[in-house]
């Protein structure tokens, strides 16, 4: 898999940036109707179904690629790239899973895997929530005083619901770390001691509250503020 990849400056981004934001205020949130493991998702179909609706208005496609490496073992990874008419194209976000086969065979595990790892890098890209909050309905369902039935009772359950949220916040990370990757924001969420890798779920969130043109915008004044500094 080719990681090279050398950006323009911004201001050669504003065609695509400019239509990039558009068609974000249009689009809406997918319905979850899907149901996951403690959890309820958009399904890919209707997440391409909305991006095809919205995007050609705004001279906007995307392209997601099948990536391979002899380094790497029974890991999906997909690569997903924004392009505009007028020949820019966002720098290029790749997102790997790990393949776990289970009950399933190899290839339909691997066939699961990469809709999966398609579904997580569009809803990314694009600033689309496709998935429920496991950690609110967790907070909802889980009283103090019900607790203590749940782990003396359902300690299965319980661990469940615990791996569920761990993986959900994996996913998380993984989202914000693709997502600042695509925007070219890395090196500006370096400068903030921002990892995506180790920080609080409550700055993930914040990050993914953001629109892109937020982000755009504050590493635009980073960018700025380091040339003047040199």
């Keep these: 898999m080719n990681n090279e990849y050398n950006p323009n400056s911004p201001m050669e981004y504003a065609d695509i940036y400019t239509a990039l934001g558009a068609a974000q205020a249009e689009l809406k949130n997918p319905k979850k109707d899907s149901q996951g493991y403690g959890y309820k998702y958009a399904a890919l179909d209707q997440i391409i179904a909305i991006l095809r609706e919205v995007l050609p208005k705004y001279g906007l496609s995307f392209t997601q690629n099948l990536q391979s490496s002899d380094e790497e073992i029974n890991v999906v990874c997909i690569e997903t790239i924004v392009f505009h008419k007028s020949g820019q194209r966002l720098q290029p976000s ?131 503020e380091q040339e003047e500094a040199a």
Aim: hydrophobic share 40%.
């Design 94 to 224: 790749w997102f790997k899973v790990p393949v776990e086969q289970g009950k399933m065979s190899l290839i339909q595990a691997i066939g699961s895997h990469i809709t999966y790892a398609r579904r997580y890098a569009l809803s990314a890209v694009f600033g689309l929530a496709s998935e429920e909050d496991i950690d609110g309905a967790v907070a909802k369902s889980s009283p103090a005083k019900k607790s203590k039935t749940i782990k003396t009772n359902k300690p299965q359950l319980t661990a469940k619901v615990e791996a569920e949220k761990v993986l959900y916040v994996s996913e998380k990370r993984q989202k914000v770390e693709d997502r600042l990757k695509a925007l070219g924001a890395l090196d500006y969420a370096a400068s903030k001691n921002i990892d995506p890798a180790k920080c609080r779920e409550v700055t993930l969130d914040s990050i993914l509250a953001l629109s892109d043109a937020e982000i755009l915008a504050k590493v635009k004044q980073f960018e700025k």
